[in-house]
């Protein structure tokens, strides 16, 4: 599985946009890029996922380069609520089909007032 | 938007206890995983399973570790003689199996373990 490496933590005022950078120079070809969201004493929420160049949800966007060694996780005016830890998770399908990530540290988000 | 559900979402046990800890994945999803989450530590693997076996496995999991899905909804985790260190939070996933490229896994809110 590829390694991912992101920044331990950020630090935002509100009302910015935020962009969290993940390195997995590794990344596989059927691998995808995930993120996920994960608020104190909760499950991961997904967030975001993308093969390469650029994905928008109603929540955030998800930039890859060409070469697919890094990707930004963009939160456009971040409010207090999204305080939390922020997983990049690379992975791909099995052979039975299933998918297999591995959770990193993450990146720990604190939103200043 | 459907979710995947847990039970309990706190446990406490005594030592050398077993445990089932309860979920209901998503309605229409066919692949399923465990997670845990020791306080303060990354999330880790446990186990993934689909059509009533297990697919693939950590080595956390080891003889003391069960899963199941005992019927058409519930999913279970089953820990026979509890020790210290299985005080974690743990997460049930599930995933739709939708096209055969990639998946994407919604997460429960987890149940917290205490051994004691």
């Known amino acids: 599985l590829a390694k991912t490496t992101q920044p331990i933590s950020m630090d935002s005022y509100e009302g910015q946009e935020v962009n969290i950078t993940c390195s997995h120079n590794n990344i596989a070809t059927n691998d995808y890029i995930t993120w996920y969201q994960q608020f104190p004493s909760q499950g991961p929420r997904f967030i975001i996922q993308g093969y390469k160049t650029k994905v928008t949800n109603e929540v955030a966007s998800l930039f890859i380069p060409a070469d697919r060694k890094s990707s930004t996780l963009s939160l456009p005016r971040v409010s207090l609520s999204d305080t939390a830890v922020y997983y990049c998770?690379?992975?791909?399908?099995?052979?039975?089909?299933?998918?297999?990530?591995?959770f990193g540290i993450g990146t720990k988000l604190q939103v200043i007032p | 938007e459907p979710e995947v559900t847990q039970t309990p979402s706190h446990q406490v046990t005594q030592m050398g206890q077993e445990v089932i800890l309860r979920c209901v994945p998503i309605?229409?999803?066919?692949?399923f995983y465990w997670y845990r989450q020791i306080l303060g530590q990354k999330v880790e693997f446990l186990v993934s399973?689909?059509?009533?076996?297990?697919?693939?496995k950590s080595e956390i999991f080891d003889d003391q570790f069960s899963v199941e899905r005992p019927d058409g909804s519930n999913f279970t985790l089953k820990i026979r003689s509890t020790k210290l260190e299985d005080s974690a939070m743990y997460f049930c996933?599930?995933?739709?199996?939708?096209?055969?490229?990639?998946?994407?896994?919604?997460f429960g809110p987890g149940t917290r373990l205490l051994v004691l």
């Open positions: 399973f689909y059509n009533n076996e297990i697919s693939e």
């Open positions: 998770l690379v992975g791909g399908l099995r052979a039975g089909g299933y998918q297999k990530v591995t």
């Open positions: 309605s229409n999803h066919l692949y």
């Open positions: 996933a599930s995933s739709e199996a939708r096209d055969r490229v990639r998946e994407t896994q919604y």
